[in-house]
């Protein structure tokens, strides 16, 4: 049976490339971009999305302040918008979207945490936007345990209309 499979993807193998269209690149007429089969050109560099866009929440440390009993972090978050779910073709919003958002406050001292649901509203036109701060903040006594204090805030992205979090 294996002969057999081989034998006929070795009688196959040239027209695997026979089929291909071919592509003439020496001819001047030849359009250099692609067209609609209208014959109009397609615009491959749009910020116009046919689909829902796909959003990251990134963290920016913007602050960081140590010392041997003290430690204090401040991170911005941004919501930034992509075209395909891989995260590498950036896209601006073609309408404005209510972005759903999570902010936690967990107390490492206590192993509490509090959450928060929040949304902002983002305006059409941008790729990228601010949408808070978080803070890591924590006090050490002179063994290196936590003192009297030890939190932190931060964000989370939920799901919501008009945009996709998800991997």
């Known amino acids: ?27 001047p007429e ?5 067209e609609q089969k209208s014959g109009t050109p397609v615009d491959t560099h749009s910020d116009a999305l046919a689909g829902t866009p796909f959003v990251t929440l ?3 440390e913007t602050a960081r302040y140590e010392d041997t009993y ?15 779910r ?13 972005l759903n ?9 206590y192993n509490q945490s509090t959450v928060s649901n929040l949304s902002t509203t983002l305006q059409a036109g941008g790729h ?23 939190d932190e805030t931060y964000l989370t992205l939920r799901t919501g209309v008009g945009y996709d979090g998800s991997w």
């Open 1 to 27: 049976m294996n002969r057999t499979f081989l034998a006929a993807t070795l009688a196959l193998f040239p027209l695997m490339f026979a089929c291909q269209p071919e592509i003439d690149a020496q001819n």
């Open 30 to 34: 030849a359009p250099s971009a692609l």
């Open 58 to 60: 990134e963290a920016v």
């Open 70 to 84: 003290y430690v204090h972090v401040e991170t911005a978050y941004y919501a930034t918008f992509w075209a395909d």
């Open 86 to 98: 891989a995260r590498s073709i950036p896209v601006n919003l073609s309408s404005a979207i209510q």
């Open 101 to 109: 958002y999570r902010s936690t406050f967990y107390n490492y001292k």
């Open 128 to 150: 990228s936007y601010y949408i808070g701060t978080g803070i890591y903040e924590c006090d050490y006594d002179a063994n290196g345990n936590i003192d009297h204090r030890c």
